[in-house]
T-cell receptor, first 117, second 115 residues
Framework: AQSVSQHNHHVILSEAASLELGCNYS??????LFWYVQYPGQHLQLLLK??????LVKGIKGFEAEFIKSKFSFNLRKPSVQWSDTAEYFC???????????????FGAGTRLFVKA | DSGVTQTPKHLITATGQRVTLRCSPR?????VYWYQQSLDQGLQFLIH???????AKGNILERFSAQQFPDLHSELNLSSLELGDSALYFC??????????????FGPGTRLTVT
């Protein structure tokens, strides 16, 4: 079965520290990959996405992620976090559209990031 | 603001009851998806509708059903509610990027509390 694994459930960092959140997925076919952020009390927002091409993708708010196909990984990075980055981060995988035209996204369990001011 | 709207924002009901959650997709989006976010299960895909037709099903219970209407809004019906159904229910709509891949936009969610 398809699954997404996020290595860290809780991360605590000080402001200006560097961030790397791990994500691995299990799916043998072509996928597109996402990182979403959910600020407290808010809905999911797309941080960045990978469909094809350059495996290093840049998103909003200074985040980037690298797709390593051989490792089935899509880790999220930010060189210097801010207090406002405190949120929950979800890695997600979407296989290509099925033969019935269906499309779904499989989410990891999420990583709660707390940035100390 | 993603452009996806969901009503109501909050819903409190008792076990055994039935509720209906509503979602309006972004203008022009034909696909609607439903997800359930709970503490123990995380974010789970429930169902995908495209232009009124069911296209994919995930971990959706038989007590739950959904439909998408001609005006493209969607409703998720939850019946015989149990305490474990308490969760945040998200709706998303999508636009096709290329080659069968879609980018989803999520609504603010409906928080359901079953007492």
């Amino acid at each position: 079965a398809q699954s997404v694994s996020q290595h860290n459930h809780h991360v605590i960092l000080s402001e200006a520290a560097s961030l790397e959140l791990g994500c691995n997925y299990s799916y043998g076919g072509t996928v597109n990959l996402f990182w979403y952020v959910q600020y407290p009390g808010q809905h999911l927002q797309l941080l960045l996405k990978y469909f094809s091409g350059d495996p290093l993708v840049k998103g909003i708010k200074g985040f980037e992620a690298e797709f390593i196909k051989s490792k089935f990984s899509f880790n999220l990075r930010k060189p210097s976090v801010q207090w406002s980055d405190t949120a929950e981060y979800f890695c997600a995988v979407s296989p290509a559209v099925s033969n019935t035209g269906g499309f779904k996204t499989i989410f990891g369990a999420g990583t709660r990031l707390f940035v100390k001011a | 603001d993603s452009g996806v709207t969901q009503t109501p924002k909050h819903l409190i009901t008792a076990t055994g009851q039935r509720v209906t959650l509503r979602c309006s997709p972004r203008s022009g989006d034909l696909s609607v998806y439903w997800y359930q976010q709970s503490l123990d299960q995380g974010l789970q895909f429930l169902i995908h509708y495209y232009n009124g037709e069911e296209r994919a099903k995930g971990n959706i219970l038989e007590r739950f059903s959904a439909q998408q209407f001609p005006d493209l809004h969607s409703e998720l019906n939850l019946s015989s509610l149990e305490l474990g159904d308490s969760a945040l229910y998200f709706c998303a709509s999508s636009v096709e990027i290329a080659g069968g891949f879609y980018e989803q936009y999520f609504g603010p969610g409906t928080r359901l509390t079953v007492t």
